[in-house]
């Protein structure tokens, strides 16, 4: 049965809370209305701790000032002059734990509803006519991107704002990196990633798919024979964990990054009609509890799962997911089972069908500061299920670590970078996002790429003087 919550910690009070999609439902005025009453709540703090709060430091006091003066062209524009993947962050930016977490007036009340703002206002730009006008670059310099996940995209808008021409380079074939395989549509809609990169593509920055640095084109390549002045590293964290548990060989079993990659990437759930097969069978068991779990499980029951589980040796205190997505899962029928850790994935003639599994308690705080799970001895029981999806983390690719002699990197696998985390041990490489943080949020990712933006900038130019 699905489970209710069991932390007592109050939920940020959000009223009247705004609807990403109100000024299609709802008459313009009312809604209007609605955002400004939202937005007349920010104190306009002399020192706006909020901005501190946020990655790619959205100015977010102005923006609230002309929200609440019905100025939405101008927040518009003060939101895509600090971030260009706005419509992005206000649908899956974590705003709970970084700006609002920061806001003033949580010390009484809930705090402004920053992220339905910005969700909201980005919406309402989206509405908007757009023009085929392309920035041509003004600067010679040439800079390349790895990667077109957010570090990278928003590495690339910052310098063709700049006046830098852009190359971004994509192994897969489309654009958009963890955002288009790794984030199911009714989360984020391929069709507003799209829009974004189109943003881009207006500014001059050209993309590039099918394409392997590090195999295709090595990175010497890039400045040798490519010209280009600078590269910067985006490639994620794409490489899954195992258990190493007996089973996890079974058909059915699955990474949680090849089985959202499959279908929203590979279009499975349209197999045959799409080249890619996904079998997902009555019964899917999730091991993990983070957003990707989420993720994972809730669309395990969009492709005909009747029973979806998610599978967590810890407590449900100690689960990373963000609330929102907990809650949704539970309003959509996903059972959590909490103190309970997978030992061995069962099945016959090579196939799933069950997940042996034992019950924990909490012992005292581990590294990452979380209760230590301990098993209990003799609590081993089945669960039948005819899938498992494993959510347990990922790790960098190493091919471009492999090829690209003087690339450091941590005993992990993350790209070695200096106090800012953005330069590396290769001159003029930068990197960021999670191939150096490892896996994170996409806010993160994209404050990372505008830093490395502002360091390739100040260098080329620093050299050129």
Excluded at 40 to 67: K, N
Excluded at 220 to 229: I, N, Q, S, V, W
Excluded at 330 to 354: A, Q, R
Aim: aromatic share 8%; glycine share 10%.
């Amino acid at each position: 049965m699905p489970v209710k919550r069991t932390d007592k910690t109050p939920m940020p009070v959000r009223e009247p809370q705004l609807r990403a999609h109100d000024f299609e439902e709802v008459n313009e005025g009312y809604c209007f209305a609605h955002a400004m009453f939202e937005a007349e709540r920010c104190l306009r703090c002399q020192d706006p701790v909020c901005t501190d709060g946020c990655p790619v430091r959205v100015p977010i006091s102005d923006f609230m000032h002309a929200v609440a003066a019905n100025d939405i062209p101008k927040a518009a524009e003060i939101l895509r002059s600090a971030n260009p993947l706005a419509a992005i962050c206000g649908r899956v930016c974590p705003q709970e734990s970084q700006c609002e977490m920061n806001c003033h007036m949580t010390k009484r009340f809930g705090p402004v509803a920053i992220g339905h703002l910005e969700r909201y206002v980005s919406d309402w730009e989206m509405s908007q006519p757009m023009s085929d006008e392309v920035q041509e670059p003004w600067r010679e310099e040439k800079v390349a991107i790895i990667g077109s996940g957010p570090s990278g995209l928003v590495c690339a808008g910052e310098l063709g704002r700049m006046g830098y021409k852009v190359t971004v380079y994509e192994a897969l074939h489309a654009p958009g990196g963890v955002l288009r395989y790794g984030i199911p549509e009714f989360r984020l809609p391929n069709s507003i990633l799209d829009w974004e990169i189109k943003q881009l593509e207006r500014l001059g920055v050209e993309f590039v798919n099918n394409v392997i640095i590090g195999k295709n084109i090595t990175m010497d390549a890039l400045f040798k024979e490519y010209g280009y002045a600078a590269v910067f590293i985006g490639t994620g964290a794409g490489l899954p964990k195992f258990m190493g548990i007996p089973g996890e060989s079974l058909n059915g079993v699955y990474s949680a990054n090849e089985f959202l990659t499959r279908i929203n990437l590979m279009q499975a759930f349209e197999f045959p009609r799409a080249e890619t097969p996904l079998k997902v069978g009555k019964r899917v068991a999730v091991i993990g509890s983070g957003n990707t779990a989420m993720d994972a499980v809730r669309s395990a029951m969009r492709l005909g799962a009747e029973h979806a589980m998610v599978v967590y040796r810890r407590s449900e205190n100690e689960m990373t997911a963000r609330v929102e997505e907990y809650e949704h899962a539970i309003e959509e029928g996903v059972e959590f089972h909490w103190l309970t850790n997978p030992i061995e994935v069962l099945g016959e003639d090579g196939w799933v069908t069950g997940l042996k599994c034992m019950r924990m308690e909490l012992g005292e705080p581990d590294d990452s500061g979380r209760a230590r799970p301990v098993p209990i001895e003799g609590s081993e029981f089945v669960f039948p299920v005819d899938n498992v999806v494993l959510s347990i983390g990922t790790r960098p690719t190493p091919l471009l670590v492999k090829t690209t002699p003087g690339l450091k990197t941590h005993s992990w696998g993350g790209l070695l970078g200096d106090e800012r985390e953005v330069e590396t041990s290769v001159h003029r490489v930068y990197a960021g996002g999670d191939a150096v943080t490892g896996a994170a949020t996409v806010i993160l990712a994209a404050g990372a790429g505008k830093r490395a933006a502002e360091a390739i900038h100040h260098e080329i130019q620093a050299e050129a003087a």
